[in-house]
């Protein structure tokens, strides 16, 4: 596209709604009303080909991340004359932005208002569950699934579960969303979903177990282990059909619990570098096969979570990374047996021990810590970790 000129008018008005966005981050109205009138008025065409060049070069902000102020704005505005008070946060407009019509909005955000506790703060968490009756059920490419809903009730004692031995890296499970449409043949917890929940493996957001981090007593011993919490292990909380509300509401959670280190992990990399990261968060993806090396590297090359790390669980073929710097932890296992639904048993597989020491190489190159999961032995013998980048420690109860 050529660079055209702005009149004195336009350069004007550019300085001024820039200088709106550099006031802070808290001004999320303003932000949001001055990046729009920058996108529709193009009045970053002068430096920039696009308004994502724009935003990238300029604010170092990915287009979601702007669209979501933008939106927050525009849920304001239609706010603004139907209700008496509005959101004072765009986390607290997140949640609405869900809602296609302003009435939708102005119901849910009234609603959040009169159930909230007196003296409690409202939260995006809060109003997540005010949207959630009056939010449509998101489509599926084939739009022949929908995701469902699980109201909380007033007071939840919602705990963490103990993890079993599919698990053996971390001590707790937490499964504020379950449910997951990737399909993979051996997939255990498909099978679990099936056994014991009524609505099956259908993608569902369970508020009701959302106060499950403050509600865990934390252990009083030095494992690593028994501070980690596995979310969504019966999930994945970044596939495509995933509503972000969903994701907004766990990360609430997880932001006000830094007690807890919370390790999340998707088959669906490509939608965590536009997300904004706890600082307790351990981000991972999961590569079983070689065509998903190249979609975890160019990935996690974006991500900004403060630990990174890769489950290689099952590995079903060896594995060559271009590096695996961008990683800082690794977790290697077999395949255990599994009995889907449709009545097919999935065996257990056990991979060549040349291609586990192969990955054991390339993470020693790249200072990777190693867990290696039990159901690898006897093939390998258990090595704790394999010395490099150390990984930080969670905050003293």
Not at 57 to 71: P, S
Not at 159 to 178: C, E, G, I, K, S
Not at 194 to 205: A, G, I, L, S, V
Not at 381 to 390: C, F, S, T
């Amino acid at each position: 596209m050529t660079a055209t000129a702005l009149t004195t008018m336009e350069a004007s008005a550019l300085a001024r709604h820039e200088d709106t966005i550099q006031r802070g981050w808290s001004q999320f109205i303003e932000v949001g009303r001055a990046l729009k009138k920058i996108r529709d008025g193009r009045l970053y065409r002068a430096e920039h080909g696009t308004f994502d060049d724009y935003c990238r070069v300029r604010w170092h902000w990915a287009r979601d991340y702007v669209n979501k102020q933008i939106a927050a704005a525009d849920v304001v505005a239609d706010l603004d004359t139907m209700v008496s008070t509005v959101p004072t946060s765009e986390r607290q407009a997140r949640p609405l932005t869900a809602l296609k019509t302003p009435e939708a909005r102005a119901e849910a955000w009234t609603r959040a208002v009169d159930t909230l506790p007196p003296g409690q703060p409202m939260t995006a968490a809060h109003v997540t569950r005010a949207v959630q009756p009056l939010v449509e059920k998101p489509s599926v490419s084939d739009a022949r699934q929908t995701a469902s809903t699980v109201l909380a009730p007033a007071t939840s004692r919602a705990t963490f579960n103990r993890t079993n031995a599919n698990v053996d890296w971390a001590w707790w499970t937490w499964n504020p969303v379950t449910g997951c449409l990737h399909g993979c043949p051996y997939c255990y917890a498909r099978e679990l979903a099936h056994r014991f929940y009524p609505q099956k493996f259908e993608p569902t957001f369970h508020a009701d177990r959302l106060a499950a981090p403050a509600n865990t007593a934390v252990p009083k011993s030095d494992d690593p282990r028994s501070r980690r919490v596995f979310t969504c292990s019966m999930a994945d909380l970044f596939g495509k059909w995933v509503p972000q509300p969903w994701i907004d509401a766990v990360f609430e959670q997880v932001r006000d619990n830094p007690q807890w280190q919370f390790l999340f992990l998707t088959k669906f990399p490509q939608r965590l570098a536009e997300l904004e990261w706890p600082d307790n968060a351990w981000v991972g993806t999961s590569v079983d096969q070689q065509h998903r090396v190249a979609i975890a590297e160019k990935a996690f090359r974006g991500v900004t979570a403060g630990v990174k790390w890769l489950s290689v669980e099952p590995m079903l073929e060896p594995l060559r990374f271009t590096s695996l710097e961008m990683f800082d932890w690794v977790v290697i296992g077999a395949q255990s047996a599994t009995n889907q639904p449709d009545g097919t048993h999935v065996p257990a597989f056990m991979p060549e021990l040349d291609w586990v020491t192969d990955l054991l190489k390339q993470a020693a190159d790249a200072g990777c810590e190693v867990f290696i999961k039990d159901n690898l032995l006897p093939l390998i013998r258990r090595e704790p970790r394999v010395r490099g980048r150390n990984l930080p420690h969670v905050a003293e109860a």
